[in-house]
């Protein structure tokens, strides 16, 4: 089973959301009027997300050393598994910051009247 980090629960709380999605899955409330708070949110967020994701990445990892040899017979078997999990995790990391930059970018050009 799949839990939350520490961190992203505690922000999670902080700042109201609680979506099990995701704390982008509900639209966070940005103000125009405050916009470096409002940065200042959707980067703490992006960072709640990764470290999140990654917990649940290296947890899923170990489960899969399980399935390799003991000792050092096993270590090709968990090589071949780092790899694969890293470069799951570079497409899924560049794709949670690739959705806060769009979420940053909509912000900006929402509020663009207003920024000064």
């Given at each position: ?23 982008a899955a509900t639209d966070p409330d940005l103000d125009c009027a405050r916009p470096a ?80």
């Open positions: 089973m799949l839990t939350k980090t520490r961190v992203y629960g505690l922000l999670a709380a902080t700042i109201g959301f609680g979506s099990p999605a995701g704390p708070e409002a940065r200042t949110l959707l980067g703490r967020l992006m960072l709640a997300e990764i470290e999140g994701a990654e917990d649940i990445r290296r947890e899923a990892l170990w489960d899969a050393f399980g399935g390799c040899p003991a000792g050092g017979a096993g270590e090709p078997c968990r090589d071949a598994l780092r790899r694969e999990f890293g470069s799951r995790w570079d497409r899924e990391k560049a794709a949670i910051q690739a959705k806060y930059r769009e979420m940053l970018t909509d912000f900006d050009v929402r509020c663009r009247g207003q920024i000064g």
